[in-house]
C-alpha cells in the first residue's frame, strides 16, 4: 500500500463529502444562531448578529442548576460503570466459561434495546417498591447503560494485553495486587480514560430516561426538551445548544489522541 | 519446581495480607472470575432484568375499563388482544417502516464515508473523517434535534435555499404527495424521516468502517492479480466481508428508531409512533398494562433481529 497511494475514484469521493457536509452542516448552524438578534422565530438569515445573548445566559439561575446536576449525575455513573464495567470486561476476556456469551449479551441489552424500555421499566420498578424519584433514581437508570460503553473499551484493551506479560510479572515476584498496579493498569489506563469521557457524554446527553426515572429534577438535557417542546426563550436556548457541542467536542478530542496511539501499537505489534 | 522454589525461600519473601490474596486468587481464579463478574451482575440483574421482567409481568394484567384501576388479581391476555386493536397495529406497522426506512437510507449514505475513511483517507483526512463522523455521532441528541427545528422551520434555511433556487414549487410537490407530505416540512413524515435520519446515521458509520478495515490487503491484492476488475473486487470480496458491519449499524438504526418518542413528538404530524403510545399510555392515560405490552413489541422485534445479525456475524465487527 505504500508504494502507491491509490486515490478515491470521483463519484465515491463525492458521495463521501456530501454525506460529512450532510453530518456538519447543521451543527454549524447552531453556532451561528447562537449569536443572532432574533427573538421570536428561527429567522433565516438572521437579521443581525450579537453577543448579547451570552451574558444573558450566564445570569440565568435555572440553566445553571440544570447544568450542576447534569455534571453531577455523569460523574457518579461514570464512576460506577468505570467499576463495575472494568471487572466484567476482565472476567469475560481473562477466560472462557458457561455463559460468558450470555453476559456480554446481559451487559449490551441496555443499549440494544431503545431507550425508552430501560426508561418505562425503571420507573415501573420504582412505582411498585415505592421508591421516590430522587437524584439517586436518576443515577441508577444512567449507570446501567454506561456500563456498556466501558465494558466495550475495556474489552477490546484486555484482548491485546497478553496474558504472557501477567504471567512474566508474576514470575519475576509480583504479587497479584502489583501485578495489577504495574502492569495491568498502565495498559488499561488509556482504555478507561476513554471508556470513562464516552460514559460520561452519554449520561450529559441523555434525556429519555432521565424523563422517566427524573422526578422534579432538572438535568440539562430535561430542561432543553422543555424549551424544545414549547419554545420561550430561544436566544437563551441557542447559546446552551452552542455550549453542549463545544463541550463535547473536548472529549472526543480528547479520546481521539488517547485511542489513536494505541492503535498504532495494535498495528505494529501484530 | 514449585516444591524446590518454595523450599528455597522465594516464595516466602512475599508474605503478607494482600500477597496471601494474591495466592489464593492465583490458585482458584474460577473464584477470581465470579467475584469480578458479580458486582456488574448484581447491578445488571436486579437494576435491569428485575425492572424488565416486572414490566413484562405487567402486560399480563388487564385495566378495569370503568373505574381505570389495574386488576393485579389474574393473568390475563386481555391487555394484549388491546394491543391488536386496528388503531394500535396502525402505530407498530408506522414505526416499523419508519425504522425500516431510516436504516436504509442511512447504510446508503454512510456505505461511502466509512469506504473513503477506512480505504483512502489518510494522516490529514483521516483525523478529519474522524471528527466528521464522531463530532454528530456525540453531539448532544437534543442539540441534534435542535437543529433540524431551526433547518426545517417555516422562516428557516431550507425554505430560504428553496427560495433562492426558484424551486419553491419543487418542494410544495413534494409536500402535497399524500402520506409523505404535510402542510409543511416540520410537520410531515418527511421531516421526521430526515431528522431520524441525521441523529440516527452516524452510528451506522463507524462498524461498516471497522469492518473494511479488517479486509486484508492482500486479499484485494489477490483479487486483482486473478484478473477482477476494482468493480469485481469490491462486489465479491469488499462488499461481502462490510456486509457484518451494515448489519451491526443496522442494529442501532433500527433499535433507536424503534423506541424513540421524542423526535415525532418534535418534528412530524400527530400519528403516534410506539414510542409515544407507550409514553401517553404510561403517563396521561395511566394505562401501564398496555404500555407495557406495547414495549413487548420493539423487545420482540430487537431479539428477532438481534438473533438474525448474530448469525449473520454482526457481532464480531461491533
Redesign the interface.
Known amino acids: ?1 505504500r508504494s502507491s ?4 475514484p470521483l463519484g ?2 463525492f ?2 463529502t456530501a ?2 457536509l ?3 452542516l ?2 454549524a ?2 453556532f451561528l ?1 447562537a449569536f443572532s438578534t432574533e427573538e421570536r ?5 438572521p437579521p443581525g448578529l450579537t453577543l448579547k445573548w451570552f451574558a444573558v445566559t450566564w445570569g440565568r439561575v435555572d440553566v445553571w442548576q440544570a447544568l450542576t446536576l447534569s455534571v453531577q449525575v455523569a460523574s457518579i455513573s461514570t464512576l460506577l460503570a468505570l ?3 472494568t ?2 470486561a ?3 476476556s ?2 472462557k ?1 458457561f455463559g460468558r456469551e450470555t ?1 456480554s449479551l ?2 449490551i ?2 443499549i ?7 426508561g ?6 420504582f412505582n ?1 417498591m415505592e421508591i421516590p424519584f430522587s437524584f439517586w433514581t436518576i443515577i ?1 437508570g444512567h ?2 447503560f454506561c ?1 456498556v460503553v466501558v ?2 473499551n475495556a474489552v477490546a484493551r484486555f484482548r491485546r494485553l497478553h496474558g504472557s506479560m501477567v504471567e512474566a510479572a ?1 514470575d519475576l ?1 509480583a ?3 502489583q501485578t495489577f498496579r504495574h502492569v495491568i493498569l498502565p495498559n488499561l489506563g488509556t482504555a478507561l480514560l476513554a471508556g470513562g469521557m ?1 460514559a460520561f ?1 452519554l449520561s450529559f ?1 441523555e ?2 430516561v432521565t424523563t422517566f426515572t427524573a422526578g422534579q429534577q432538572q438535568t440539562l ?1 430535561i430542561w ?2 422543555e424549551e ?2 414549547r419554545p420561550r426563550q430561544r436566544p437563551v ?1 441557542n447559546v446552551v ?1 452552542m455550549v ?2 463545544l463541550v ?2 473536548l ?3 480528547l479520546a ?1 489522541y488517547l485511542t489513536r496511539d494505541g492503535d498504532q501499537i495494535a498495528g505494529s505489534g501484530k | 519446581m514449585s516444591v524446590a522454589a518454595a523450599e528455597s525461600g522465594v516464595i516466602l519473601q512475599r508474605r503478607g495480607v494482600l500477597a496471601a490474596i494474591g495466592d489464593y486468587f492465583w490458585r482458584r481464579p474460577g473464584m477470581l472470575i465470579f467475584l469480578m463478574l458479580l458486582p456488574a451482575l448484581l447491578w445488571l440483574g436486579i437494576v435491569y432484568l428485575g425492572s424488565l421482567l416486572a414490566l413484562l409481568l405487567q402486560s399480563f394484567f388487564a385495566i378495569d375499563e370503568f373505574s381505570g384501576v389495574v386488576d393485579r388479581s389474574q393473568l390475563t391476555l386481555k391487555t394484549y388482544a388491546e394491543l391488536l386493536r386496528p388503531q394500535n397495529v396502525d402505530i407498530i406497522f408506522r414505526t416499523v417502516l419508519m425504522a425500516a426506512s431510516v436504516t436504509v437510507a442511512s447504510a446508503v449514505i454512510a456505505f461511502p464515508i466509512a469506504y473513503v475513511a477506512a480505504r483512502y483517507a489518510k494522516g490529514y483526512w483521516k483525523a478529519l473523517f474522524y471528527l466528521g463522523v464522531m463530532l454528530p455521532l456525540w453531539a448532544s441528541y437534543l442539540v441534534k434535534i435542535y437543529a433540524w427545528k431551526l433547518i426545517l422551520a417555516r422562516e428557516g434555511i431550507l425554505n430560504w435555499v428553496f427560495e433562492q433556487l426558484h424551486l419553491t414549487w419543487l418542494l410544495q410537490a413534494w409536500l402535497s404527495i399524500p402520506v409523505i407530505g404535510g402542510n409543511s416540512l416540520s410537520i410531515s413524515y418527511t421531516g421526521t424521516f430526515l431528522v431520524f435520519l441525521y441523529v440516527w446515521m452516524p452510528y451506522m458509520i463507524l462498524p461498516i468502517q471497522a469492518a473494511i478495515e479488517r479486509v486484508p490487503t492482500n486479499l484485494l491484492d489477490a483479487s486483482s492479480d486473478l484478473g477482477a476488475t476494482p468493480l469485481q473486487t469490491f462486489w465479491k470480496v469488499i462488499f461481502p466481508l462490510a456486509l457484518p458491519g451494515i448489519v451491526a449499524g443496522s442494529i442501532f438504526t433500527f433499535s433507536l428508531t424503534l423506541g424513540d418518542y421524542i423526535i415525532p413528538q418534535i418534528v412530524g404530524n400527530s400519528q403516534f409512533f410506539i414510542g409515544q403510545a407507550v409514553y401517553s399510555h404510561q403517563g396521561t392515560a395511566g394505562n401501564i398494562p398496555l404500555a407495557a405490552a406495547f414495549t413487548v413489541v420493539p423487545i420482540v422485534i430487537m431479539v428477532l433481529y438481534l438473533w438474525g445479525a448474530k448469525r449473520a456475524g454482526a457481532f464480531d465487527a461491533l
Open positions: 500500500m497511494e491509490p486515490r478515491a465515491l469521493a458521495a463521501a454525506g460529512l450532510f453530518m456538519l447543521p451543527l448552524l447552531i444562531y422565530t428561527y429567522q433565516w438569515p467499576i463495575l464495567g471487572l466484567c476482565a472476567a469475560v481473562g477466560t466459561f453476559i446481559l451487559v441489552l441496555p440494544a434495546l431503545p431507550g425508552i424500555i430501560t418505562i421499566s425503571l420507573r415501573s420498578a411498585l441508577l449507570a446501567t456500563i465494558y466495550n508474576m515476584g504479587n497479584s495486587f464516552l457524554a446527553d434525556v429519555i438535557p432543553m426538551l424544545l417542546i436556548t445548544a453542549v457541542v463535547t467536542l472529549p472526543i478530542l481521539y
